[in-house]
């Protein structure tokens, strides 16, 4: 499973490397990390064709991750990645526009892993 990780924020790519460890050894995810939607949609360009999972923040400088959302929903259709929102605001508004746009499903900060890796069937495995 390859999943693309968005934030602004430099330290989120050693807490997923740490977190999914296991994982990662046992060849079961692959991760990468785009530090602003702009990057995000680079990334993308270049797996055209490459299912996958993408976790995004909401609120970042330059293009927001609803703002990613809308172009990921709207472009990459074949195979559609799936996009999880995480966002440190737990607001009715953001999950409004979040759903509204196409996200597949949405994450709180501080993101909890158990449960993360339970709705990717990574649990116990």
């Known amino acids: 499973m390859k999943i693309l990780v968005v934030d602004d924020e430099q330290d989120v790519k050693t807490l ?9 050894r046992d060849g079961r995810v692959e991760f990468a990390f785009a530090y602003s939607g702009e990057d995000a949609l680079q990334l993308l360009n270049q ?18 991750g609803l703002q990613l959302l809308e172009n990921v929903k709207k472009k990459y259709m074949k195979p559609p990645p799936v996009v999880m929102m995480i966002t440190a605001y737990g607001d009715a508004e953001n999950y409004r526009m979040a759903k509204e746009l196409g996200a597949d499903d949405f994450l ?13 069937n990574l649990a116990n495995a």
């Open 16 to 24: 997923f490397e740490q977190r999914f460890r296991k994982e990662i």
């Open 47 to 64: 797996w055209e064709h490459e299912a996958m999972l993408i976790l995004s923040d909401i609120n970042m400088p330059g293009m927001s």
């Open 108 to 120: 709180t900060k501080p993101v909890d892993f158990v449960a993360l890796k339970e709705k990717l």
